[in-house]
């Protein structure tokens, strides 16, 4: 758990962000089709791939917060690094396996122009939420 409040409060704001921005996405897309209209497949997984960048983004401000208040010890700003260093300071991940896999998955798309299929991206995000439910950063 977050100690400073006001840094809880931005993290939580964050997240609401992502929440609407996915929302938002799917609403647009959905009213493009109702409506006649073609939206591209790649540009359905572009959107939501960019959705799934800031949920990590999320995800990294939480990590590198714990960090700094102590809760764990990382030299490193790097996410793969700050979930290591989290696991052996005793945080547990309901699914790190899949977290990780959200980390790479985000190197494509960022350093690769590799969207992701829009199914996967809702599914890393809703992985990212447990984990921030889990950690108390996000009530359920």
């Not at 609401?16 to 109702?34: C, E, G, H, K, Y």
């Not at 990590?63 to 300071?89: N, T």
Request: proline share 0%; net charge neutral.
């Amino acid at each position: 758990m977050i100690i400073d409040a006001s840094v809880l409060r931005d993290v939580q704001e964050e997240w609401a962000t992502v929440r609407t921005t996915r929302d938002m996405i799917a609403r647009n897309l959905a009213s493009s089709f109702a409506g006649g209209g073609y939206t591209s497949h790649e540009f359905k997984n572009l959107s939501y791939s960019l959705c799934l960048l800031f949920a990590l983004s999320v995800l990294e401000h939480v990590l590198l917060q714990l960090r700094d208040e102590g809760v764990f010890h990382c030299k490193s700003r790097q996410v793969g690094d700050l979930m290591v260093a989290s696991q052996k300071s005793g945080i547990i991940w309901i699914n790190c396996v899949l977290i990780n896999e959200v980390r790479d998955r985000r190197n494509d798309i960022a350093h690769r122009r590799i969207w992701i299929e829009r199914g996967d991206c809702w599914k890393y995000i809703d992985a990212i939420e447990a984990e921030l439910i889990a950690c108390r950063i996000l009530a359920l």
